[in-house]
Every structure is written in structure tokens, then in C-alpha cells.
């Protein structure tokens, strides 16, 4: 499982040269899990071979395209649940300080609720744990496959994976809710624009005034020393 979850963690990236050339590796690397099922396997191979089939550029116009300027399958969860809101920050902060609580290290020019971190992070931990946290993003992840399925995208293969991985079921309601939000046209980059420019997030819950920029919102999140709380990943539901 952890194999898969890093594997996953991976195509989920930013596209770079280096993850194109190492499609033979991520194989070597899915065959030997021996948790992860033929299915799921054959879902993340198809995504291997597509995308490290491509030219970098493509892959690269590709990815900007799909999630960094399409808030529908937005890689980062708590957008789903949060929006651009303060308690999106208060989340992301309760999320960072639990990753420090144990001893995961993150780059602070990456938000916590950036789903290949998440998954980097949970690739450390045991499988009761995996599953909780899964368990408690199945409703965004469910979500974003839907929406990727309708687009055709390879990449709901990675989250069809990460579905089966939970080993439970959504909240049917809450996978509805996130589903009712319209989607965007990421080609409508003046109507992307003013929606960025409309709702401007806080980070660290009303802690300053400090405004994130839109597609890569960066800020620093190590800085809180108290025990951690388990952060509620699921939006209420």
C-alpha cells in the first residue's frame, strides 16, 4: 500500500522530466505491492504509460490545465469543502501541525491539503491510519473522479485507486454537495480572474491579513507548536 500510495503521490505531481523517465521504476515499483489489487494496478499503469509517454511540455499544459486552473479538481481538498474561506486556513493549519507532530517534514511553499502531499504523508503511516484519513477525503475524492470521468481524463485512474485503498464508502450527500458546485472553463481566464480576485483567502484562522495568490497559495504553516488535533478532513459530514 505504501508503494501505491507513493506511486500515486507521484502522478499526481507537477509534471517534471524526471518523473517522465522514470516510467519503468514506477512499474518496478507497482508490481512489487503486494496490498494493492490487479485492478487498481491496471489503473495506475494506464496512467504511468500515458503519462510518461508524453512530451514534458504537453504533459505539463496538460496539468495546468486540468488542476491548477479548474477549481472543480482542485488537488487541494479543503478547496472542495473550505473554499478560499478562513476556515479553510484554521484547517490547513491543524493539518500542518499534525504532519509535524509526526515528524513529517513540509516544504513551506506547499499547502498541507495538496493531495500529493497528503498521500506522501500518509504513505508513512499504517494502514488503520491510511484508511481514516482516506476515509475522511472520500467524498472529495469521489468527487473529483466523477468529474475527471466526464472529462476522460487517465488521471481518475489514480483516483478509482485511492477509492479502493479506503477500503469504505463515501457520504453519498456530501459527494452530492461538492458536486452541485458549476463547474469552471479553464480556458475563461478572465472569469478565473475575477473569482480569485473576489474571494481572497486568510491563512491561519484571522491570524493576520495577509492574502494568498490564486493558483499556488504559499505561506508558512510549521510554526505552531501545540499537541496536534486530528483535523476534520470531511467539511462537517
Not at 491496471?42 to 504511468?48: D, H
Not at 502531499?117 to 473529483?144: D, K, M, R
Not at 489514480?158 to 479506503?166: D, G, K, P, S, Y
Request: with cysteine; proline share 5%.
Amino acid at each position: 500500500m505504501a508503494n501505491a500510495l507513493k506511486i500515486i503521490s507521484n502522478l499526481l505531481s507537477y509534471p517534471t522530466k524526471e518523473l517522465i523517465d522514470a516510467g519503468p521504476e514506477l512499474h518496478a515499483a507497482l508490481a512489487s505491492d503486494t496490498v494493492t489489487g490487479e485492478r487498481e494496478k491496471a489503473w495506475l499503469g494506464a496512467l504511468i504509460d500515458d503519462l510518461c509517454g508524453r512530451d514534458i511540455y504537453d504533459a505539463e499544459e496538460r496539468y495546468v490545465l486540468l488542476f491548477d486552473r479548474t477549481r472543480a479538481v482542485s488537488l487541494h481538498l479543503f478547496e472542495h469543502v473550505h473554499g478560499e474561506s478562513r476556515d479553510r486556513g484554521q484547517a490547513m493549519v491543524d493539518l500542518a501541525t499534525m504532519y509535524q507532530a509526526r515528524g513529517f517534514e513540509v516544504d513551506a511553499s506547499e499547502l498541507p491539503d495538496y493531495l500529493p502531499l497528503f498521500l506522501e504523508y500518509l504513505s508513512t503511516q499504517p494502514q488503520e491510519e491510511v484508511c481514516n484519513l482516506l476515509g475522511q477525503t472520500l467524498h472529495i475524492i469521489s468527487a473529483v473522479r466523477q468529474r475527471l470521468q466526464k472529462r476522460e481524463s487517465v488521471y481518475a485512474g489514480a483516483f478509482l485507486a485511492l477509492e479502493v485503498i479506503a477500503d469504505t464508502k463515501p457520504d453519498l450527500e456530501a459527494v452530492a454537495q461538492i458536486l452541485e458546485e458549476p463547474e469552471d472553463d479553464p480556458t475563461d481566464l478572465g472569469a478565473l480572474d475575477k473569482i480569485w480576485e473576489e474571494e481572497a483567502v486568510t491563512f491561519g484562522g484571522g491570524a493576520d491579513n495577509t492574502s494568498c495568490g490564486p493558483d499556488r497559495l504559499r505561506t508558512q504553516i510549521r510554526a505552531a507548536q501545540r499537541p496536534a488535533p486530528r483535523p476534520e478532513l470531511n467539511g462537517g459530514h
